[in-house]
């Protein structure tokens, strides 16, 4: 069945043309970017799904994994997310033996998280997938200076100061001379 125009909502104009890919914004990136992110996160999804897992037991995974010690403060401030959206995805991890919680040593109410063998051994498996991806599409591309990508993607992600902070800890930073 057709929407008619006199079904709008009473003042709204129907746009019917398309928004151009190139004009006064270049929409090239902007869709590149959502079909990357969806086969990059594709390829970890279907490994997740066997977990009756998602994304956000993913993100949890991949950071306790790099940094194990971290606190619950410290992911929370680093993926920008609430007390709520954590604690089932936690709880989940630390049901299912992926990851531990120990009390703090200093502060006997904080919370270290820690990956167990198990939760080492399943972000291994989805970086090692997210990895082949990666890879092949670097090959694809005969890249000449894979630095560039690296570069570009540090621009794109240092705004806060959470994500300036990892980077500096994690020894992530600029690959190029500008």
Do not use: C
Not at 43 to 49: K, P, Q, R, T, V
Not at 64 to 77: C, F, H, K, Q, S
Not at 83 to 100: H, N, P, W, Y
């Amino acid at each position: 069945m057709r929407l008619s125009d006199s079904a709008a909502t009473p003042g709204s104009d129907i746009v019917r043309e398309p928004l151009p890919t190139r004009g006064e914004l270049d929409f090239r990136l902007i869709e590149l970017f959502f079909f990357a992110y969806r086969e990059f996160t594709a390829d970890a999804d279907s490994i997740l799904e066997r977990y009756g897992f998602g994304r956000a037991h993913h993100r949890i995974l991949h950071f306790v994994n790099r940094a194990p010690g971290m606190t619950i403060a410290d992911i929370l401030e680093l993926l920008q997310i609430t007390k709520q959206s954590l604690s089932r995805v936690l709880r989940q991890l630390v049901d299912e033996g992926f990851i531990v919680q120990v009390q703090g040593e200093d502060d006997r109410r904080q919370r270290r998280l820690y990956p167990t063998e198990k939760g080492r051994t399943l972000t291994l498996e989805l970086s090692r997938a997210q990895g082949r991806r990666i890879d092949a599409a670097f090959k694809a591309a005969a890249l000449p200076d894979p630095g560039l990508v690296n570069d570009f993607l540090l621009e794109m992600g240092i705004d806060r100061r959470a994500t300036r902070d990892w980077f500096a800890k994690q020894g992530i930073g600029k690959e190029t001379d500008a």
